[in-house]
């Protein structure tokens, strides 16, 4: 009998169309508990779509999707939110929110849940802001308060929307200190970039081109060979060349100008 663990998500040839466009194609792809994973690929290629239907969002149009956490236990981190579109709440008030899913949005907070709140604000670095409208926040402040509510619920899985994407370096090398921690706790993180080196942060990375491309170890899925085959005339670098990726360079490539 074997003694692997259950998978935290598993897709067996998922497909989901919006409309006639097909978001993503087929996709067949296991992801261990504990682990961080990155999914990368153009604009277009499915990268959201994927947290979409591990989130509970959408189902898939074709093939079978199994994610082993309660919904309760799914925490998801948006990078799209428009803060001028946000109700004028305050800082402590979104942080609050992290944990409806332990009492319910009348449920009165426990002692736990107060204390669940500080820690998350604490390592997230947002227990400054408590006090602050949310919406008058910067871009960095505001992906760092919305992790801390994630947080604060205390997921077994934890899925982050471009988390890094237009950040300061002190707001960026902070989340991908978080991600490292919650891995290191036995969550199961799961994000999508357009960083390769956010990507090489990770334990697995998986390529996307609303086909799956490659999924395994950093070094294995970011080469040369399989980034031209992602992103084509995307891909800047020796044509000839097939072992320097670390020294290729994807363009400008960030923005949701396609569905995902």
């Known amino acids: 009998m074997s003694s692997d663990p259950q998978p935290a998500v598993r897709f067996a040839s998922v497909s989901f169309r919006h409309g006639r466009q097909a978001a993503v194609q087929d996709v067949t792809l296991t992801i261990a508990p504990g682990t961080s994973a990155a999914i990368l690929g153009p604009n277009g290629s499915g990268k959201s779509t994927m947290l979409d239907l591990m989130a509970g969002l959408t189902s898939p149009t074709a093939g079978s999707l199994e994610v082993s956490v309660p919904p309760h236990g799914v925490s998801y981190v948006l990078q799209r939110l428009d803060a001028r ?20 949005l009348v449920g009165r907070l426990t002692r736990v849940d107060h204390e669940a709140i500080d820690r998350a604000a604490e390592r997230a670095e947002v227990t400054g802001l408590r006090r602050r409208r949310f919406h008058t926040l910067s871009g960095g402040q505001r992906q760092r308060v919305l992790l801390a509510q994630a947080l604060a619920a205390e997921p077994e899985l934890l899925l982050l929307d471009e988390p890094i994407t237009g950040l300061d ?11 490292a921690e919650e891995t290191e706790r036995g969550t199961t993180v799961i994000i999508t970039t357009h960083h390769l080196d956010e990507a090489r942060h990770c334990d697995v990375a998986v390529l996307l081109a609303t086909r799956l491309i ?10 040369a060979e399989y980034l031209r085959i992602a992103y084509a005339e995307r891909v800047l670098g020796d044509h000839h060349a097939h072992d320097h990726a670390h020294e290729m360079v994807i363009l400008d490539d960030h923005g949701h100008g396609l569905p995902e």
Do not use: F
């Open 85 to 104: 579109q946000a109700l004028p709440v305050t800082v402590d008030e979104v942080l609050r929110m992290g944990r409806y899913g332990h009492r319910g």
């Open 169 to 179: 370096l002190a707001s960026q090398e902070r989340i991908l200190a978080i991600i």
């Open 214 to 223: 490659a999924s395994g170890p950093p070094d294995e899925v970011l080469t």
